[in-house]
């Protein structure tokens, strides 16, 4: 059969535009947990400028958005992975999930901000976990913040502590990990000895940290004057307060190797349909209005060492040494932690 030039031309430019689909697509669609806070104003300026639309696709907590991504390996729902952080990246890594991607502005990020040095996963921005206590709980009761883990086993702090499940909970393993750190695996006295001394002593475990936080910390109605949470909840609680303040109700415990470095991150899904429309918007997420957006809505630091930090963050305290355990470490031995755990704290 002869086949026309106009229809031999045709089939030619369907051909194309279906290879090309990544580059031509102006939909962008972001998988991202459950926390993921930015300004529309900021979302519209980015779909203005590239003449495309952003669409949010919220995965549950980090390791379920990742399990989500692996589920769609090679035929991804959406584009980008957002949230993608240090407690998970090496098994994202594992499945290899993502397309490599160098953004020219990753030089303006601080080098103990770079989460992924295979650049898959391009850093976005950081936070610490960490014990927060009640002050004024701790002063009605005349207790003092503890300056070290072992205190938490101690009589003055028996049922006084909340947790979260570190089989569900991205703070949880987060807080499991910093307790490795602190004790090691293999010592004497190490971290699953530590472990089955808090429940001994009455730790309760809630699934994730909105229920501890909000549901058993004495600052919200509860009985537990500490929880494990973030370096900037006080500050949130400063911004947040229902009547001013002039320092939050609550303060942040750092003990040494205590607290966790949590990087996020952000990668190309491989098989997205909007590849070059990714790429710009991890170019627009490094950049200063972007960096400068998110602080007070999901209350992390910008790893754009460019990017003005809030006011607020004040009362958000750096920890001087965190937990010193690397992503591929974590990576590694993450299941194994949290069995562990699981067969010590909930069995």
Not at 159 to 184: D, K, M, Q
């Amino acid at each position: 059969m002869k086949i026309s030039a106009a229809v031999a031309l045709m089939m030619l430019m369907t051909v194309f535009a279906v290879a090309c689909r990544g580059d031509a697509d102006n939909e962008l669609v972001i998988m991202t947990h459950d926390s993921f806070a930015i300004s529309e104003e900021l979302i519209a300026e980015f779909e203005a400028e590239h003449n495309a639309t952003v669409v949010l696709q919220p995965a549950g907590d980090a390791g379920e958005a990742l399990v989500r991504a692996i589920l769609e390996k090679g035929n991804p729902s959406a584009d980008l992975l957002y949230g993608i952080d240090n407690t998970y990246l090496g098994r994202a890594l594992d499945e290899e999930i993502f397309d490599e991607y160098r953004p020219d502005l990753l030089d303006e990020v601080p080098a103990q901000f770079v989460l992924d040095e295979s650049g898959h996963v391009t850093s976005i921005d950081y936070g610490y976990v960490n014990l927060n206590y009640d002050i004024a709980y701790l002063a009605d009761h005349g207790l003092t913040p503890p300056t070290t883990l072992e205190e938490l086993t101690g009589p003055d702090w028996k049922g006084r502590l909340v947790v979260e499940n570190a089989a569900s909970s991205s703070p949880g393993l987060a807080f499991l990990i910093s307790t490795v750190s602190y004790f090691g695996e293999d010592d004497d006295y190490d971290y699953l000895d530590f472990w089955r001394d808090l429940r001994a002593n009455d730790v309760l475990v809630k699934d994730g940290w909105t229920a501890a936080y909000y549901t058993d910390f004495s600052q919200y109605g509860g009985d537990r004057p500490l929880v494990v949470s973030y370096a900037t909840s006080p500050a949130a609680e400063y911004l947040f307060s229902a009547e001013p303040v002039e320092v939050p109700p609550t303060g942040n415990i750092l003990i040494d190797k205590a607290s966790f470095l949590q990087i996020e991150g952000i990668g190309i899904l491989k098989g997205a349909n909007s590849k070059n429309l990714a790429k710009k918007f991890i170019d627009f997420a490094l950049g200063t209005s972007f960096q400068e957006d998110f602080p007070e809505q999901m209350f992390v630091y910008p790893v754009n060492q460019n990017a003005a930090i809030p006011d607020s963050f004040r009362f958000a305290e750096i920890p001087s040494e965190p937990a010193d355990i690397g992503a591929l470490e974590i990576g590694e031995k993450r299941e194994q932690w949290i069995q562990a755990w699981t067969e010590v704290v909930l069995r």
